[in-house]
């Protein structure tokens, strides 16, 4: 029997009804908060966050969150964590609060800004009980802290492996360098640039790696005899790797080089990495500038919180991985870094090369160095 839609009408209050419930059981408890802490933010209307200053970097996590969170405005200084931090320093000294979110290195965020206790635990920033699942990350969620504490500053991106630095091809053959040895040539006396070592950073982070496996004394014979020109700028590092001045550039990252080789130039520049110059250490991946924190007394603590949430989710992660050609240690993402030698990989135990207990080790090289007398 073929009944019209008009003998079912009275029942669509009871379906809607069914409906209702059925959504009302289906939304999470964390749901609710999320929309709480939203709706928050949004009368909060900003959030203030230092972050990277390479213009792909910058641009990336600004444009991502305006189009995630229009609403809320963000108010990104872009500035290396040396450069920021002694002012936020400054500010709670004077009992002033400015800060919602810090994006930066290990080094100097967490020997700056933990001892003054002006970083809130990262785990009281999360809505999403997603985000500290260990299926969610490589190694696990808890591997991403780079603080000794495992509470305040994470890692979320990462490659398998540090880079030491870049050749250009257009100037100098693989013939002439393809292993740590080569850099003592004599083809290569003053043709190789190498970042400041006492600097926080990639450049320093490698050089501490290098004497892991060849030791100090050859780092010493290095710099002390084979006509290095240690630098500040990393611009001036890269133009003067892209125009042969000094085609080996150690210690410089690739912002500045990424932006040139999308312009065509460049465009034969490798990267020094590997077995040939790190030896055989044991699996390792390191963060970047791009670690996070979130302050205790933000002025904006709800902002912060859809900020820090924002962050470490599987869309802007995989956004952030395409745009800057890095990886997530999320194993739902795909590898931006188009080399698949530094992709992470579930069930490798990897070793963070640029937490709170590597940058110490770092440190004390850095010591020895300034006796060497190679650094004016």
């Known amino acids: 029997m073929i009944r019209s839609w008009r003998s079912y009408a009275g029942l669509w209050p009871a379906v809607a009804l069914v409906l209702l419930t059925v959504s009302a059981v289906a939304e999470e408890p964390w749901q609710a908060e ?8 949004q009368k909060e209307g900003t959030v203030v966050v230092s972050g990277p200053p390479g213009e792909i970097q910058r641009q990336a996590i600004v444009s991502a969150w305006a189009k995630a969170y229009p609403g ?3 108010q990104y200084t872009a500035a290396r964590g040396s450069q920021v931090l002694s ?18 290195s290990t080094d100097p965020t967490v ?9 809130a635990p990262l785990r009281d920033a999360l809505i999403d009980p997603g985000l500290a699942n260990d299926e969610t990350w490589i190694g696990g969620f808890q591997a991403g802290f780079v603080d000794d504490a495992g509470k305040f500053f994470y890692s979320p991106t990462g490659k398998g492996g540090l880079s030491l630095g870049f050749v250009n091809r257009d100037c100098l053959s693989k013939e002439t360098i393809s292993k740590a040895d080569d850099l003592k040539k004599p083809e290569l ?14 450049g320093s ?20 005899g084979h006509g290095i020109t240690f630098a500040h700028d990393y611009r001036q590092m890269t133009e003067w790797l892209v125009n042969c001045t000094k085609p080996v550039a150690i210690g410089v990252p690739n912002d500045v080089l990424t932006q040139m080789q999308r ?35 933000a002025p904006h603590p709800n902002a912060a919180k859809i900020f ?16 800057y050609e890095t990886n997530s240690r999320r194993a739902d993402t795909k590898p931006g870094d188009p080399d698949p030698n530094h992709a992470l990989r579930g069930g490798v135990t990897y070793e963070c090369r640029s937490n709170e207990a590597a940058i110490r080790k770092l440190q004390a090289l850095q010591e020895r160095i300034k006796s060497w007398g190679v650094l004016g």
């Open 111 to 119: 020997f700056t800004l933990i001892p003054i206790s002006a970083l």
């Open 263 to 297: 312009q065509g130039i460049g465009t034969h520049v490798e990267e020094l990495t590997g077995r040939a110059y790190f030896g055989d250490p044991a699996p390792g991946w390191g963060g970047a500038n791009e670690d996070i924190g979130w302050y205790n007394n």
């Open 72 to 74: 809320i405005a963000l």
């Open 308 to 323: 820090v949430n924002w962050y470490l989710s599987k869309d802007f992660q995989q956004q952030y991985a395409d745009a």
């Open 205 to 224: 982070r490698s050089t501490w790696l290098l004497t892991t496996g060849l030791g100090e004394d050859w780092l010493k014979d290095l710099f002390k």
């Open 189 to 202: 006396f003053g043709k190789i640039a190498w970042y400041d070592p006492m600097q926080p950073g990639t």
């Open 87 to 104: 002012k936020v320093v400054r500010e709670r000294g004077s009992g002033l609060f400015n800060w919602d979110v810090v994006l930066a």
């Open 34 to 41: 999320w929309n709480r802490v939203l709706g928050a933010a």
